[in-house]
């Protein structure tokens, strides 16, 4: 067992089946974030800050989804 060890990628910490990806985007500011919200009552986790083009591509990997089909809700 080494010191550094590489990390494989990281399993979804919410399972697709009862959560839906959204990006949710302020008006007035434009921040986006990438949040995943409950199916059955809508309550929404925020996972993490959308600063670059890249970080939507991780997001969208980790959830298995294509970054064009990801709703947005402002």
């Known amino acids: 067992m080494g010191l550094f060890q590489r990390k494989g990628p990281k399993p979804a910490p919410f399972p697709p089946e009862e959560y839906a990806p959204v990006i949710r985007s302020s008006i007035c500011t434009g921040e986006r974030t990438a949040c995943?919200?409950?199916?059955?009552?809508?309550?929404?986790?925020?996972?993490?800050?959308?600063?670059?083009?890249?970080?939507?591509?991780?997001?969208?990997k980790q959830y298995s989804v294509d970054p064009d089909t990801i709703e947005t809700i402002y």
């Open 36 to 60: 995943v919200r409950h199916r059955e009552t809508g309550k929404i986790h925020e996972v993490m800050l959308l600063r670059t083009a890249q970080d939507l591509a991780d997001f969208a």
